[in-house]
């Protein structure tokens, strides 16, 4: 009789361990963003973001054979987190680091950025916290 309950005890554990395992709980609905590449990489470069709360990243190489950028970023005005966007040249140096942040005036830059060396550059957009929608673009300035 002992030995009958103890089966049993084993198969249900078993079986509660195997069910658990294929019915856990995922995070389908949780947070997410994603930022896109439209354009590029050679020429003019842009792309669009979206989020509902998320994060992402994303860095692009860029040739920029002029020693600046004309750059523009925007976001909706009803956004909330950052929009972030950092250029270095081709040695490293970094010529733009501008920040976004939703709920707030501006909610949109542009400009040229400072002077560095032509050649492969690097694009890193970051967006944190981000809910709302946006968009981005570079091109090889003066």
Do not use: H
Not at 12 to 38: E, K, R, Y
Not at 41 to 59: L, Q
Not at 90 to 115: K, M
Not at 134 to 142: D, E, F, I, Q, T
């Amino acid at each position: 009789m002992k030995t009958s309950n103890f089966k049993l005890l084993t198969i249900f554990t078993a079986m509660v361990l195997f069910i658990g395992t294929f019915s856990s709980c995922s995070d389908d609905d949780g947070p997410t963003a994603n930022i896109t590449v439209n354009e590029g990489p050679s020429g003019d470069i842009g792309g669009d973001f979206t989020g509902n709360g998320g994060n992402a990243s994303r860095t692009i190489n860029w040739t920029n054979n002029l020693a600046t950028a004309d750059y523009n970023a925007d976001i909706t005005a009803t956004a909330t987190g950052t929009f972030n966007i950092v250029v270095t040249d081709s040695e490293g140096t970094v010529v733009l680091d501008r920040t976004l942040n939703g709920g707030t005036e501006p909610d949109s830059i542009d400009g040229v950025t400072q002077a560095g060396e032509p050649g492969n550059w690097t694009v890193t957009i970051t967006i944190t916290s981000f809910n709302g929608d946006g968009s981005y673009s570079l091109s090889a300035g003066n």
